[in-house]
């Protein structure tokens, strides 16, 4: 198998519908619409359990592959000059948005769920291990970059 890097999901997903690439790893926001429309099929979730969006789909840590099971987040960054009072302000407005029920809906809809926050510093812990668990997994499969 070769890896095709592409500027996002959409250029991606074009072409797996075309059958110009056999398959892809995408985020479950961008493809579900394309699954619940049958324009592609999901093979397994990389996500420690599976997801309520694509319950029948399983696991790829039960199809016996662990190392896959990492669950996406996503994140406000700043620069890291920004004030400490100015940071936390924004986190509590952004933390108070996602507790809307319209907006916990939409996530689900999404085929998303919604976990609880993180502190900037276990978001720094969990980036350095899924760097280290993503390093390790393409040295197993000696990987090499074109």
């Known amino acids: 198998m070769r890896h095709v890097g592409y500027k996002g999901s959409p250029p991606a997903l074009n072409d797996l519908m075309g059958g110009h690439v056999p398959l892809m790893f995408d985020g479950v926001a961008t493809s579900l619409p394309l699954i619940k429309a049958g324009k592609i099929k999901a093979i397994a979730v990389a996500y420690p359990t599976r997801i309520a969006g694509l319950a029948d789909v399983p696991t790829f840590k039960e199809l016996g592959y662990p190392q896959l099971a990492q669950a996406g987040w996503f994140a406000v960054w ?8 100015v940071q936390q302000k924004i ?25 609880d926050p ?7 812990t969990d980036l350095k291990h ?10 197993s499969i000696n990987y090499q970059p074109e």
């Open 78 to 85: 700043s620069r890291p000059d920004v004030d400490p009072a």
């Open 91 to 115: 986190r509590e407005a952004t933390l108070a948005y996602f507790k809307q029920p319209a907006v916990q809906s939409r996530i689900r809809d999404m085929g998303m769920e919604q976990g």
């Open 118 to 124: 993180s502190t900037s510093e276990e978001m720094m």
């Open 130 to 139: 899924a760097y280290q668990q993503q390093a390790a997994l393409l040295k």
